[in-house]
């Protein structure tokens, strides 16, 4: 069964930075490719960064250059790096596997990001 645990998150002004974190049970994340997506109030979940098994990333272009998937293969920890924070980052934060979101049947609980002076 997997759980997942994100955290990280919180009240940030902009042009700031946070790390979020993901740790999880019943998935190994270096076997899988995984992704951080997030949902703002009123919006669909999108996909955010993603990091291949290999280490290949992608990124949705609105944070290219400003956010950083990475992982640490021997604590088996998602990591999302977010730097110059934009109000419209604001959202809660998800980590799963790189996939078809219609195709989640389980979410964490999330880590709410807030940008705002």
């Known amino acids: 069964q997997v759980r997942l645990v994100e955290s990280g998150g919180g009240l940030v002004q902009p042009g700031g930075s946070l790390r979020l974190s993901c740790v999880g049970t019943g998935l190994v994340f270096s076997a899988n490719a995984m992704a951080w997506y997030r949902q703002a109030p009123g919006k669909q979940r999108e996909l955010v960064a993603a990091?291949?098994?290999?280490?290949?990333?992608e990124y949705v272009d609105s944070v290219k250059g400003r956010f950083s998937i990475s992982r640490d293969k021997s604590k088996d920890i998602l990591y999302l790096q977010m730097s110059s924070l934009k109000p419209e980052d604001t959202a809660v934060y998800y980590c799963?596997?790189?996939?078809?979101?219609?195709?989640?049947?389980?979410w964490g609980q999330g880590t709410q990001v807030t940008v705002s002076s």
């Open positions: 990091i291949s098994r290999g280490g290949s990333t």
């Open positions: 799963q596997r790189r996939t078809s979101i219609a195709s989640v049947d389980y």
